[in-house]
Nanobody, 129 residues
Framework: QLQLVESGGGLVQPGGSLRLSCAAS????????IGWFRQAPGKEREGVSC????????NYADSVKGRFTISRDNAKNTVYLQMNSLKLEDTAVYYC??????????????????????WGQGTQVTVSS
């Protein structure tokens, strides 16, 4: 059974840090680009960061550049999102998703949610004082 499981969310004060993990089971992440998305209450889901299948290319939303870092460990079949200097507006449910790029290995990762094939169930991140 193909599954993505996010973890690492929680409650943190402004300026704090969290590291989200996205673990895949039932398939290998080797041929997938991976994206992190988030959805705040009353807002549409938006792209936060993504990483290509090789890990050589990353992309970040302007709102998180310089604060968030995406990485992947294919040996552990896991992707991470390190979030530093968290702000109140980072509060959201964070989702990871995978985009099968076996036939397009050099394509940069994208934030187009229609490209993503599987999604995790999400993990809540709350930034509050």
């Amino acid at each position: 059974q193909l599954q993505l499981v996010e973890s690492g969310g929680g409650l943190v004060q402004p300026g704090g840090s969290l590291r989200l993990s996205c673990a895949a089971s039932g398939f290998t992440l080797d041929y997938y680009a991976i994206g992190w998305f988030r959805q705040a209450p009353g807002k549409e889901r938006e792209g936060v960061s993504c990483i290509s299948s090789s890990g050589g290319s990353t992309n970040y939303a302007d709102s998180v550049k310089g604060r968030f870092t995406i990485s992947r460990d294919n040996a552990k079949n896991t992707v991470y999102l390190q979030m530093n200097s968290l702000k109140l507006e980072d509060t959201a449910v964070y989702y990871c998703a995978v985009d099968y790029v076996y036939f397009r290995p050099r394509r940069p990762c994208v934030f187009n949610q229609n490209e993503y094939d599987y999604w995790g169930q999400g993990t809540q991140v709350t930034v509050s004082s």
